[in-house]
């Protein structure tokens, strides 16, 4: 990082410092706005600003999104999906109408209704920490400190308000099917056919990439499970400590069961993602479908340099292998420390080099790529409409059923 990224990042940091002292000195936690990192980010910390947008207009956007989240949880029943779907409905026609690209407004107008936040304070904080970051992005500018962004107005043409629906859409579709049990075992058990028996996948090759996030899985399911109160009348099973109950009741043993049949659901379709399809092919595909450009070409950088890294990684661990590096264990927490801190340092260097390479060959904010053509099969096309008209009846059943 150069040394006005450097005083970016200080002053980034001290918003986010004021925002958490001032949410511990008056004792509301409704002052805590986590996007405004995000928002400093984009509009200080990163060399041109992320969004299309300008300061009056994304100072309007996130403010009209904050008090209409907090107008839903006031004003609209208690019931989730619907408020979840008025508030995308709301953050999607900000953005549309204030003719920005201006996308963390989608997470001021949906917060306060996730932690059900019906105080103006959240409104303020969201004001107040906004115009903090805007008027030190107007000062960092006015020193020559940081690029001026020359905002270009989006209009809303109908190729846009249609990807805008398919957003919502989706979003709601996922919101309806994320609490369905049934879904998710069908989903786990469905993925995991479809590697080994049509992708030809070895069996052991699956179970030994399944064991790394089954452990995570089954530590995060047994936090769960695991229940602490002062009476161990509801509890299957429990220990105690003075007048303390540890144990496991049938209510949190149901939701780590729950939690954990999910996340392997969600494993199984990344592994028959990524054992399945090129990268090549799965980036195009995503170029096509509602994902934000800047978010794919992210996820391109970060895919093509996982390898660049590891081979880094493994060059400098042979060298303190060579040199008896790791020949005990204190020696070893010392080396991996240096590997660590000397890989932290080459991934910084690295990420100038490119942002410079990319700029000297007239990046302007967009990587452009040549999409492939890609063969359309009519078989996988019906099973594709078999498979999602199957997962939406056992969601509606899975509901009507309480399951």
Same mark, same amino acid.
């Given at each position: 990082?150069?040394?006005?990224?450097?005083?970016?990042?200080?002053? @980034?940091?001290?918003?986010?410092? %004021?925002?958490?002292?001032?949410? &511990?000195?008056?004792? =509301?936690?409704?002052?805590?706005?986590?996007?405004?990192?995000?928002?400093?980010?984009?509009?200080? $910390?990163?060399?041109?600003? @992320?969004?299309?947008?300008?300061?009056? !207009?994304?100072?309007?956007?996130?403010?009209?999104?904050?008090?209409?989240?907090?107008?839903?949880?006031?004003? $609209?029943?208690?019931?989730?999906?619907?408020?979840?779907?008025?508030?995308?409905?709301?953050?999607? @026609?900000?953005?549309?109408?204030?003719?920005?690209?201006?996308?963390?407004?989608?997470?001021?107008?949906?917060?306060?209704?996730?932690?059900?936040? *019906?105080?103006?304070?959240?409104?303020?904080?969201?004001?107040?920490?906004?115009?903090?970051?805007?008027?030190?992005?107007?000062?960092?500018?006015?020193?020559?400190?940081?690029?001026?962004?020359?905002?270009?107005?989006?209009?809303?043409?109908?190729?846009?308000?249609?990807?805008?629906?398919?957003?919502? %859409?989706?979003?709601?579709?996922?919101?309806?099917?994320?609490?369905?049990?049934?879904?998710?075992?069908?989903?786990?058990?469905?993925?995991?056919?479809?590697?080994?028996?049509?992708?030809?996948?070895?069996?052991?090759?699956?179970?030994?990439?399944?064991?790394?996030?089954?452990?995570?899985?089954?530590?995060?399911?047994?936090?769960?499970?695991?229940?602490?109160?002062?009476?161990?009348?509801?509890?299957?099973?429990?220990?105690?400590?003075?007048?303390?109950?540890?144990?496991?009741?049938?209510?949190?043993?149901?939701?780590? #069961?729950?939690?954990?049949?999910?996340?392997?659901?969600?494993?199984?379709?990344?592994?028959?993602?990524?054992?399945?399809?090129?990268?090549?092919?799965?980036?195009?595909?995503?170029?096509?479908?509602? $994902?934000?450009?800047?978010?794919? &070409?992210?996820? &391109?950088?970060?895919?093509?340099?996982?390898?660049?890294?590891?081979?880094?990684?493994?060059?400098?661990?042979?060298?303190?292998?060579?040199?008896?590096?790791?020949?005990?264990?204190?020696?070893?927490?010392?080396?991996?420390?240096?590997?660590?801190?000397?890989?932290?340092? !080459?991934?910084?260097?690295?990420? &100038? *080099?490119?942002?410079?390479?990319?700029?000297?060959?007239?990046?302007?904010? =967009?990587?452009?790529?040549?999409?492939?053509?890609?063969?359309?099969? #009519?078989?996988?096309?019906?099973?594709?409409?078999?498979?999602?008209?199957?997962?939406?009846?056992?969601?509606?059943?899975?509901?009507?059923?309480?399951?």
């Amino acid at each position: 990082m150069n040394k006005n990224q450097n005083i970016a990042m200080g002053i @980034s940091l001290a918003v986010v410092a %004021i925002m958490v002292g001032s949410a &511990e000195i008056f004792g =509301e936690k409704e002052i805590i706005f986590p996007e405004i990192t995000a928002v400093a980010m984009g509009a200080l $910390i990163a060399p041109v600003q @992320s969004w299309n947008t300008s300061r009056t !207009r994304l100072f309007a956007a996130i403010v009209s999104a904050a008090v209409a989240g907090v107008c839903i949880v006031r004003f $609209i029943p208690e019931i989730l999906i619907l408020r979840i779907a008025l508030g995308l409905l709301v953050a999607v @026609s900000v953005i549309t109408l204030s003719k920005t690209s201006f996308v963390p407004a989608i997470s001021a107008c949906i917060l306060p209704i996730l932690m059900g936040t *019906k105080s103006p304070v959240y409104v303020i904080s969201v004001a107040v920490m906004t115009a903090f970051i805007l008027i030190f992005q107007k000062v960092l500018e006015y020193f020559g400190l940081h690029e001026k962004y020359e905002y270009r107005p989006i209009e809303p043409s109908s190729e846009l308000l249609k990807l805008r629906a398919k957003q919502v %859409i989706t979003v709601l579709v996922i919101c309806i099917w994320a609490n369905s049990f049934l879904v998710s075992v069908f989903t786990a058990l469905t993925m995991l056919f479809l590697i080994i028996f049509i992708g030809k996948t070895s069996y052991k090759n699956v179970f030994h990439l399944m064991t790394v996030p089954i452990v995570f899985i089954i530590m995060g399911a047994a936090a769960i499970a695991i229940s602490i109160g002062q009476n161990s009348s509801d509890m299957l099973f429990s220990l105690h400590f003075g007048n303390t109950y540890f144990g496991v009741s049938h209510t949190s043993l149901l939701s780590a #069961v729950r939690v954990m049949i999910k996340c392997f659901g969600a494993v199984s379709c990344m592994y028959f993602l990524s054992l399945t399809t090129p990268m090549v092919d799965l980036f195009t595909l995503l170029r096509k479908s509602i $994902i934000p450009n800047f978010i794919i &070409e992210i996820a &391109e950088l970060i895919y093509r340099y996982i390898f660049v890294l590891f081979d880094v990684s493994h060059r400098i661990h042979t060298a303190q292998d060579a040199r008896l590096g790791y020949s005990n264990l204190r020696v070893s927490y010392h080396s991996t420390a240096q590997l660590a801190s000397n890989l932290f340092i !080459r991934s910084f260097n690295q990420a &100038e *080099k490119t942002y410079t390479a990319m700029e000297s060959r007239g990046y302007d904010g =967009e990587i452009n790529v040549i999409m492939p053509k890609i063969n359309h099969s #009519v078989k996988f096309n019906v099973f594709a409409v078999i498979y999602v008209v199957i997962t939406t009846a056992i969601a509606i059943f899975s509901r009507k059923a309480g399951i």
